[in-house]
Nanobody
Framework: QVQLVESGGGLVQPGGSLRLACVVS????????MGWYRQAPGKERELVAVIRRSGSTIYAGSVKGRFTISRDNAPNTVYLQMNSLKPEDTAVYYC????????WGKGTLVTVSS
């Protein structure tokens, strides 16, 4: 019943920035966690960043210092600000919500290339 819709993906040059958004159908404050995951072609899905209900965050080591996860409660939106993008960041990025069950968006493609 929880629906998540990602947006903001696209083609960017190395060193560039991109901001992803995830619009959630229910209050994100009722979720245990909100997070971003990514899956590169031929590879398994991996955690990128998580924000807990309390507002605390956790990041994958590969993105720490470059990516920032944040939220707006009014439009029930979770963001992922991505700076200093690298070609290895190329992947489909998925929004995730946890509240007893796991809920996933359909993903948005980020391509980092010259």
């Amino acid at each position: 019943q929880v629906q998540l819709v990602e947006s903001g993906g696209g083609l960017v040059q190395p060193g560039g920035s991109l901001r992803l958004a995830c619009v959630v159908s229910e209050s994100i404050l009722t979720m245990s966690t909100m997070g971003w995951y990514r899956q590169a072609p031929g590879k398994e899905r991996e955690l990128v960043a998580v924000i807990r209900r309390s507002g605390s965050t956790i990041y994958a080591g590969s993105v720490k210092g470059r990516f920032t996860i944040s939220r707006d409660n009014a439009p029930n939106t979770v963001y992922l600000q991505m700076n200093s993008l690298k070609p290895e960041d190329t992947a489909v990025y998925y929004c995730n919500a946890e509240r007893g069950n796991s809920y996933w968006g359909k993903g948005t493609l980020v391509t980092v290339s010259s």
